[in-house]
C-alpha cells in the first residue's frame, strides 16, 4: 500500500469510525482501571472494529468465495488483535495526531495482514528448487531484445548460483512471484524484518554477480 493510498484510507476510515466533534481525551482512561477503563477499552474495540470492517470490505475482492459472516470474522479478529497491540504500545502515542487516528492504523494493518493471509491460505508457495530457474525469456524479436535476453539469463544463473538456498526461496517467492511477505513469514516460521534482511542481501548478491558478469544497471 502506498503511502498516498494508506492516508486516504486511514482518513476514509476515520470518517466512518467516530464523529468529527467527538472528544479525543477519553483514551487516557486506557490507563486507568476498574470501570471507566473498561468501558475505554469497549470504546477503542468498538472504533477499531469499524476501521477494520472498512478495510475488509475494501479487499474483499481478493476473497470472493468467503461470506459476509466470514468477512466479519475476519475484522473481528483484526480488531482484537488491534486493540491489544494498541495497549499493548500506548508510550507510544505522543500526542502528535488524534489518538483515534494514531489507533486506526492498527486496525488497518491487521485487516490488511489477515486478509491476505485467508487470500494465500490454500494456495501453493511455489519454492521448491527445480523452480528457481524458470525466469520468462523474450521470444525472438528484433536485435533491440537481444541485451535484454542476456540480462535475463545472467539473472537465471546468479539466482542459481550466487544466492544461498533461503535467499533464493525468498527472492522466487517475494520478487518474482508476489507472495506478501507476512504470509511468507507465516509459511517459514520467521518473520517481516529477518525475511527482508534476506532479500536485501540476496539483492546485493545478485547485483555483485550481474557486475562480475560485465552487467552494471541492467547493460553491460
Not at 495497549?87 to 491476505?116: H, I, M, N, P, Q
Not at 485467508?118 to 525472438?140: K, M
Request: no cysteine.
Amino acid at each position: 500500500m502506498r503511502a498516498g493510498d494508506t492516508n486516504e484510507t486511514m482518513s476514509a476510515a476515520a470518517a466512518t469510525a467516530a464523529p468529527a466533534t467527538a472528544p479525543d481525551d477519553w483514551h487516557l482512561d486506557l490507563r486507568g482501571d476498574g470501570r471507566r477503563r473498561e468501558e475505554a477499552i469497549a470504546r477503542l474495540h468498538g472504533l477499531l472494529l469499524r476501521a477494520a470492517r472498512f478495510e475488509v470490505s475494501r479487499r474483499r475482492a481478493s476473497l470472493p468465495r468467503l461470506t459476509g459472516g466470514d468477512l466479519d470474522e475476519l475484522a473481528q479478529e483484526a480488531a482484537d488483535d488491534a486493540a491489544m497491540s494498541v495497549l499493548r504500545r500506548l508510550d507510544d502515542f505522543r500526542g502528535e495526531s488524534r489518538f483515534t487516528t494514531w489507533a486506526y492504523k492498527f486496525a488497518l494493518l491487521e485487516a490488511a495482514v489477515k486478509v491476505r493471509r485467508r487470500a494465500w491460505r490454500d494456495r501453493e508457495l511455489t519454492l521448491e528448487p527445480e523452480t528457481w530457474s524458470q525466469l520468462e525469456h523474450p521470444a525472438p524479436s528484433p536485435a533491440a531484445t537481444a541485451e535484454r535476453g542476456a540480462l535475463l539469463a545472467a539473472i537465471q544463473e546468479g539466482i542459481r548460483t550466487a544466492l544461498t538456498p533461503r535467499q533464493r526461496q525468498v527472492l522466487v517467492a517475494l520478487a518474482l512471484n508476489g507472495v506478501p511477505i507476512d504470509v511468507l513469514a507465516e509459511r517459514l516460521g520467521s518473520n517481516r524484518n529477518a525475511l527482508y534482511k534476506t532479500l536485501h542481501d540476496a539483492r546485493r548478491r545478485l547485483r555483485a554477480h550481474l557486475e562480475a558478469t560485465g552487467f552494471t544497471g541492467g547493460r553491460r
